[in-house]
């Protein structure tokens, strides 16, 4: 079983092995059925299980027309608005409505014997990217509620007929391999410093096809159907939000990058290393050739794999799998090199990450003034 992406043309059909049709027109991606099909959704317009429905479609929303849709439960008229205008019925068709590109749109196949399982999926959680249990962003009254940018939407089409129930446990296996796609990355939330589950505002639209002799009743995990599922979910995921905001395994290769989910900055590097008097030049011009080189010395391998580890703790004992002395113990273990002293800013984990990763970046960069090197390039960086 191989994933397979699909692509489709510019201004043209994407014909699906399993009856189904994709075209992308402007800032719409619209699924197009062959006959009947279940439909189980998330969406305002048409949303729940459906048998009637001919067409599913996903929307990039202007900036513009977020406030206005969403005024007095204004969403489900303005997709309606959406579907007439791409000469779809109102009532034949559900959609979902996203600020994502839909050219960053990824559309992953697998096939195992005769069943084929196809995700199309729009990723961004730049903007709103949260971890289930997160603080809420709003409190819905009459109606009303603020809209946020950033939504991963998933259009699910299994090529097999499933009963009611099985097409419900399709979007539990759907959310389960989303999750585990931002896991993967160690995506950020922007709400805390956990790592996100999804967004607020994400969609999703589950398809089977009642009319094939293919009968399945499992789309769980244990299944074949789930781990086709997973697997498209997974890949199609990680593409789009790699298409969408950079988000990818490679830009998670840097220590400042692992260190913003919990708001530790390059300043703030640089303050810890003067206050920790690791920094004999203080003055602006030490201060800009700090700073140029922590941008490279934090992409070093051996540095991300150490404040990696060192951040994984704290997330172990915020989760109450570590007890916070063993965690701050360990941590210093990890990070420090020689010479240790404590500060006052090492009173909790995290201040010790910031600590000892400042204190570790600030002597790499005296070693390279007291040698008078050049900062050009990986080569000359001097790992933890």
């Known amino acids: 079983m191989v994933c397979e992406e699909l692509h489709v043309p510019d201004d043209d059909f994407l014909n699906l092995p399993s009856g189904e049709t994709i075209l992308i027109t402007g800032d719409s991606l619209i699924v197009q059925f062959s006959g009947p099909r279940d439909v189980l959704s998330t969406s305002w317009l048409n949303g729940g299980y459906r048998k009637d429905l001919e067409a599913v479609f996903n929307h990039q929303i202007p900036l513009a027309a977020c406030d206005e849709c969403h005024e007095n439960g204004g969403v489900c008229a303005y997709l309606a608005g959406v579907a007439a205008s791409r ?31 196809t995700a199309v999926v729009t990723a961004g959680i730049d903007k709103n990217g949260g971890r289930a249990g997160d603080p809420a962003s709003y409190h819905e009254a009459g109606g009303k509620f603020v809209p946020v940018g950033g939504t991963i939407n998933t259009i699910l089409i299994i090529g097999a007929d499933l009963p009611e129930y099985a097409l419900t446990r399709a979007i539990m296996t759907v959310t389960e391999a989303k999750t585990a796609a931002l896991q993967q990355l160690m995506a950020r939330s922007i709400y805390s410093q ?12 589950t398809v089977s096809n009642p009319s094939t002799p293919l009968y399945l ?27 969408e905001t950079g988000l990818s395994p490679k830009s998670q290769h840097d220590v400042l990058v692992r260190l913003s989910r919990f708001g530790i900055t390059a300043e703030d590097l640089w303050t810890a290393a003067i206050e920790a008097g690791e920094l004999q030049r203080s003055d602006p011009a030490g201060k800009e050739q700090f700073l140029h080189y922590l941008i490279q010395w934090a992409q070093c391998p051996e540095n991300v794999a150490r404040a990696a580890a060192a ?18 113990e360990t941590i210093i273990r ?9 500060t006052a800013s090492m009173d909790t984990p995290l201040g010790t990450v910031t600590d000892l990763l400042s204190r570790l970046a600030a002597r790499g960069f005296e070693d390279q003034i007291a040698d008078k090197r050049i900062f050009t390039g990986p080569d000359t960086l001097r790992p933890i």
Do not use: F
């Not at 789309?219 to 593409?239: D, F, S």
């Open 87 to 117: 000469s779809l019925g109102p009532v034949t068709a559900c959609g979902l409505i996203t600020r994502a590109d839909m050219r960053n749109a990824v559309v992953m196949t697998a096939r195992y014997h005769d069943l084929r399982v």
């Open 194 to 205: 956990g790592i996100a589950t999804g967004s607020g505002t994400d969609m999703v639209v």
């Open 217 to 243: 009743t499992d789309a769980g995990t244990h299944a074949m159907l789930g781990e086709l599922i997973a697997k498209v979910v997974i890949r199609a995921t990680i593409l789009a939000l790699e298409r």
């Open 311 to 328: 951040l994984h703790i704290l997330d172990e004992e915020a989760w109450g799998l570590l007890q916070a002395g063993a965690a701050q």
């Open 334 to 342: 990890i990070l420090h090199d020689k010479d240790l002293e404590r």
